[in-house]
């Protein structure tokens, strides 16, 4: 079983770019599909992106053309270049596994504890 640990999470300025990364321990990495999901301050988590074992990639609609998911099986990384961000971009975003790709945040296994991501105006 995979156990994941994020990093890049800060405060930072309506338009900035951040990348996020999410580091990876455990067997058969390349095996699992890996995503992104946020939460913001009172709401449920919201799936983000996803990209499965084939290096295929889906985005939620609101980061579409914004924000790009890429993994290094050779590293056990995901990582998420967040570009044009904005207020309601806001959130935890927490780096999750799931054995198939395609079933949103109720399909991921394996949970990282998040990184704090604050888009000031």
């Known amino acids: 079983q995979l156990q994941l640990i994020e990093s890049g999470g800060a405060l930072v300025q309506a338009g900035d770019s951040l990348r996020l990364s999410c580091a990876a321990s455990?067997?058969?990495?390349?095996?699992?599909?890996m995503a992104w999901v946020r939460q913001a301050p009172g709401l449920e988590r919201e799936f983000v992106a996803e990209?499965?074992?084939?290096?295929?990639?889906t985005y939620a609609r609101s980061v579409s053309g914004r924000f790009t998911i890429s993994r290094d099986n050779d590293k056990k990384t995901v990582a998420l270049q967040m570009n044009r961000l904005n207020r309601e971009d806001t959130g935890v975003y927490f780096c999750?596994?799931?054995?198939?790709?395609?079933?949103?945040?109720?399909?991921?296994?394996?949970w990282g504890k998040g990184t704090l991501v604050i888009v000031s105006s």
């Open positions: 990209i499965d074992r084939n290096g295929d990639t």
């Open positions: 455990g067997s058969a990495f390349s095996a699992y599909a």
């Open positions: 999750a596994s799931a054995l198939v790709a395609g079933r949103g945040v109720s399909g991921m296994g394996v």
